[in-house]
Every structure is written in C-alpha cells, then in structure tokens.
C-alpha cells in the first residue's frame, strides 16, 4: 500500500514542477500591473 502511494506521489511532483514555472511568469505579470497601478491613479488624480 505505501509503494502505490508514492506511485502516485511520484507523477503529482511532476505536475507541481511546469506548475511553479507557470507560476514564474505570472509573478512577473503581476509587477507590471503593479507599475501600471500607480499610472492609473495619477490618471485618476489629476
């Protein structure tokens, strides 16, 4: 029981590993739209 358990451990890493590098770019997303955040706002002030 616990050789099939980490059978299935196993290919569960290796759909978490593509997931982070996912993950990689979508951070690098999320500061872009943190710089065009304040753009936004010095719109909106002035």
Not at 20 to 42: D, F, I, L, V, Y
């Amino acid at each position: 029981m616990a050789a099939t358990l980490f059978k299935h451990q196993a290919p569960s890493t290796k759909h978490q590993a593509p997931s982070t590098k996912h993950q990689a770019p979508s951070s690098k997303h999320q500061r872009n739209s943190k710089h065009q955040a304040p753009k936004e706002a010095r719109r909106f002030a002035g």
